[in-house]
């Protein structure tokens, strides 16, 4: 089973990305595709998820309004698109999977499989 996020970078406040994560290894549609992060000397943070045929989504309040999560599951990816981005959007960002939605968690273990992450700056 692999997951593995790109996209990650440098970018200036207010500025743009979008992050993709692509699985093998697993039937893509049987899991819910989170999207979680930990910034430096600070815990885990549980950004976003979307469900298996990608009809419903869920974020943090943090990121409400200005990231949106999608899949394609003819593709089996997952993207995060982020817009606005400011300096505590920076992170590293992790795709994580798993079979059964059962809230946000802040726990890697808790996921099923999950990617190595891609880093995000945003940075003046």
């Known amino acids: 089973v692999q997951l593995v996020e790109s996209g990650g970078g440098l970018v200036q406040p207010g500025g743009s990305l979008t992050l993709s994560c692509i699985t093998s290894?697993?039937?893509?549609?049987?899991?819910?595709i989170n999207w979680v992060r930990q910034a430096p000397g600070k815990g885990l943070e549980w950004v976003s998820v979307?469900?298996?045929?990608?009809?419903?989504?869920y974020y943090s309040t943090s990121v409400k309004g200005r990231f949106t999560i999608s899949r394609d599951n003819a593709k089996n990816t997952v993207y995060l698109r982020m817009n606005s981005l400011n300096t505590d959007d920076t992170a590293v960002y992790y795709c994580?999977?798993?079979?059964?939605?059962?809230?946000?968690?802040?726990?890697?273990?808790?996921?099923?499989?999950r990617g190595q992450g891609t880093q995000v700056t945003v940075s003046s």
């Open positions: 994580a999977a798993k079979r059964v939605y059962s809230g946000p968690s802040t726990n890697l273990d808790a996921f099923d499989y």
């Open positions: 979307i469900s298996r045929e990608g009809s419903t989504t």
């Open positions: 290894g697993i039937t893509f549609s049987n899991y819910w």
